[in-house]
């Protein structure tokens, strides 16, 4: 199925009109700033209408979370498309601090912090200025449905600016179409008719459309995650020259969080965080976004 025929065999989300509004607002609040579509986490395809169960993927959002808080430090206004309960920025960090055992209550009435949360107060106050300023606009999806009506809406409205376009979001590449969903399954599929049987469709490309049509001023970085590294490169490569985009992010499963590369045209960078980096805290994510900031200013002397 092209694009195209998805768009037109699949409705738009709940809310889908106020949201774009939304974000209509915000772009135009930050004319004269900097912008990045941040996409993040995975996406659900649903196997039944009211769905119990459903196909999905590991991403945990922590690439898309960390980096919307690096680019909002770069001075980027943030668009934050990411899966309902996947990593949101700021927050992140709450939940990794096991936030309840510091935490007591008082007379009944009130909570007071028992233990040392000093270490939060840095990512408190740039979460307080960042609302404050309204330079973040988070927005969540769950199912892959969802994630293609607003990616397509927000891209068009970015459409007329030089911004970037950062897909860190673990998109399916298959689902089921909601008339192919087992015996047009609209309640939860009964373990008594025996084993559903599965029929999973291509989810279209639409980097192309992105490029080509929704926001063709753009700086455009897709992600590519393998699992065999003999593939990263040459399909990294390979799609860079199919949608004419201006840099692939690629990473493997098991060492995303320590090793990418961030693959152009005509050269290849690795960028790894030592241990030691690792140990002062340092994010990867960091310094992929001060490397991207660098080539999307180029970008934007270039236009
Ligand atoms: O969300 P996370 O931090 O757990 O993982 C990040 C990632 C691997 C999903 C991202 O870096 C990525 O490669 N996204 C694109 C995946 C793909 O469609 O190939």
Known sequence: ?????????????????????????FISHHENKKIVLITSGGTTVPIEQNTVRFVDNFSAGTRGSASAEYFLDSDYAVIFLYRSKSLEPFLRHFLNSKLLDKLEIVNNKSIQVKEDLENLIPVLKKYKDAKSSNNIISIPFTTLVEYMWLLRGFCKLLNNRYCLIYLAAAVSDFYIPPNEMVKKAEHKIQSKDGPPVIALRMVPKVLMAITQIWSPKAFIVSFKLETDNSLLESKSKDALIKYKHQLVIGNLLHTRKYHVKLICQNEIEDIYLSEKDNKDGIEIEDIIVKKIKIRHEVFLKMN
């Open 1 to 25: 199925m092209d694009w195209e025929s998805f768009y037109n065999s699949h409705s738009s989300p709940a809310s889908y009109e106020i949201i774009i509004t939304e974000i209509k607002q």
